[in-house]
């Protein structure tokens, strides 16, 4: 799920020691931190139980989850592709961000080191550029600047619904940015088909910075551009013909092509419901998108990643499929039901079943790169 190679240096580029296998598990170990505080947010939030029972990891659950949890991730492994020590800052600030904001310490000082944290990934895009000009790095720029853009508001005030646009193409440009550099080996892939995807990228984001002063017409725009890059991706994505192998490929097409299934809810909502701020629409579109969408992008590429990240591999077992399965089914009863049809139940029971799903996911994760099979 890279660009670059972890082999790869940048041409011109002497090679810099880096830090080793423990220093880069320990800035996974943050990414975890932020997780279980997330996850334990989630639980407030739907009124259950927590182990910890603190309003303030409600109030920080989106940010914790999007940067100091996914955030770290994805830029832990931007580090380890570039191969400069300076590029592991990126991934240090926000999973330091992360854990200040679940610390006795003020919310602005996790909030500036998830905005440093954010301007470093921008130089490392940046690395990968003079390396490799491409269009698949443009549009994962694109998504860095939308996060740039959403950690530099909220430390201005600006709450997280009204920032929900940025968060989400944060996160989904830079996966389809991923998806784009991954197709490229497919023939239909050609120059327009580039372009096209970096149309929609730039068409998002203009629907999102329409979208924070001019709602109204803002969120229909982003509803018709997730649309396109759903199209776009069914139309090129290697997924849709992996989906016909059999083992790791088939099970990651497979957690691909669910998560595109869950960003057709996403554009729905913005579509018929137009900006949605609280309420069942709006929990339909955040976890539609954040657990459906990005949480089975991580299941698919999570035998890539850790190898890369670790270099210990993740052999794929078929018990994965556990996980991800219990994760969609969690979720269409959460948003299909419970939020559509206001039945509050099945939202509770469908957020802790959702938290189950990647929890065990990471339980066999854990197992499988510990190298104790689990059957």
């Given at each position: 799920?890279?660009?670059?190679?972890?082999s790869?240096?940048?041409?011109?580029?002497?090679?810099?020691?880096?830090?080793r296998?423990?220093?880069?598990?320990?800035?996974?170990?943050?990414?975890?931190?932020?997780?279980?505080?997330?996850?334990?947010?989630?639980?407030?939030?739907?009124?259950?139980?927590?182990?910890?029972?603190?309003?303030?990891?409600?109030?920080?659950?989106?940010?914790?989850?999007?940067f100091?949890?996914?955030?770290?991730?994805?830029?832990?492994?931007?580090?380890v592709?570039?191969?400069?020590s300076?590029?592991?800052?990126s991934?240090?600030?926000?999973?330091?961000?992360?854990?200040?904001?679940?610390?006795?310490l003020?919310v602005a000082?996790g909030?500036?080191?998830?905005?440093?944290?954010?301007?470093?990934?921008?130089?490392?895009?940046?690395?990968?550029w003079?390396?490799?000009?491409?269009?698949?790095?443009?549009?994962?720029?694109?998504?860095?600047l939308?996060?740039?853009?959403?950690?530099?508001?909220?430390?201005?005030?600006?709450?997280?619904?009204?920032?929900a646009?940025?968060l989400?193409?944060?996160?989904v440009?830079t996966?389809?940015?991923?998806r784009l550099?991954?197709?490229?080996?497919?023939?239909?892939?050609?120059?327009?088909a580039?372009?096209?995807?970096?149309?929609?990228?730039?068409?998002?984001?203009?629907?999102?910075v329409?979208?924070?002063?001019?709602?109204?017409?803002?969120?229909?725009?982003l509803?018709?551009?997730?649309?396109?890059?759903?199209?776009?991706?069914?139309?090129?994505?290697?997924?849709?013909?992996?989906?016909?192998?059999?083992?790791?490929?088939?099970?990651?097409?497979?957690?691909l092509?669910?998560?595109?299934?869950?960003?057709?809810?996403v554009?729905?909502?913005?579509?018929?419901?137009?900006?949605?701020y609280?309420?069942?629409?709006?929990d339909a579109?955040?976890h539609?998108?954040f657990?459906?969408?990005?949480?089975?992008?991580?299941?698919?590429h999570a035998?890539?990643?850790?190898?890369?990240?670790?270099?210990?591999?993740?052999?794929?077992?078929?018990?994965?499929?556990?996980?991800?399965?219990?994760l969609?089914a969690?979720l269409l009863?959460?948003?299909?039901?419970?939020?559509?049809?206001?039945?509050?139940?099945?939202?509770?029971?469908?957020?802790?079943?959702?938290i189950?799903?990647?929890?065990?996911?990471?339980?066999?994760?854990?197992?499988?790169?510990?190298?104790r099979?689990?059957?």
């Amino acid at each position: 799920m890279t660009s670059l190679s972890p082999s790869t240096t940048l041409r011109g580029t002497p090679t810099v020691p880096r830090p080793r296998v423990g220093s880069r598990l320990g800035l996974l170990l943050l990414g975890g931190v932020a997780l279980l505080a997330g996850l334990d947010g989630a639980l407030v939030l739907l009124g259950l139980g927590a182990p910890v029972d603190s309003l303030r990891l409600a109030e920080v659950h989106g940010p914790l989850m999007v940067f100091g949890f996914v955030g770290t991730v994805v830029t832990l492994e931007r580090a380890v592709a570039v191969r400069r020590s300076w590029a592991y800052l990126s991934p240090a600030l926000l999973g330091v961000g992360g854990l200040a904001l679940v610390s006795p310490l003020p919310v602005a000082v996790g909030q500036v080191a998830l905005i440093a944290g954010s301007a470093v990934l921008l130089a490392v895009y940046a690395a990968i550029w003079r390396r490799q000009a491409s269009v698949s790095t443009g549009v994962q720029v694109l998504g860095a600047l939308m996060g740039l853009m959403a950690t530099a508001l909220w430390l201005r005030g600006v709450g997280i619904p009204s920032l929900a646009p940025l968060l989400i193409l944060y996160l989904v440009l830079t996966i389809a940015g991923e998806r784009l550099e991954l197709s490229r080996v497919s023939p239909a892939v050609d120059h327009r088909a580039e372009q096209r995807m970096l149309g929609i990228g730039l068409g998002l984001v203009t629907g999102a910075v329409v979208a924070l002063v001019w709602p109204v017409a803002g969120y229909p725009l982003l509803g018709l551009g997730v649309l396109a890059l759903v199209v776009w991706l069914l139309r090129y994505d290697v997924a849709t013909r992996t989906v016909r192998a059999v083992g790791l490929p088939r099970y990651m097409a497979l957690c691909l092509l669910a998560g595109y299934g869950w960003l057709v809810v996403v554009a729905g909502i913005w579509l018929v419901q137009g900006p949605v701020y609280a309420g069942p629409a709006y929990d339909a579109m955040m976890h539609a998108v954040f657990l459906g969408f990005v949480m089975s992008m991580i299941m698919a590429h999570a035998p890539s990643i850790l190898p890369a990240v670790l270099r210990r591999p993740l052999p794929y077992r078929p018990v994965m499929y556990g996980p991800a399965a219990l994760l969609h089914a969690s979720l269409l009863a959460r948003v299909l039901l419970g939020d559509a049809y206001g039945w509050p139940v099945l939202v509770q029971w469908g957020g802790v079943l959702n938290i189950v799903a990647v929890l065990l996911f990471v339980v066999v994760a854990v197992t499988s790169v510990l190298g104790r099979p689990v059957r």
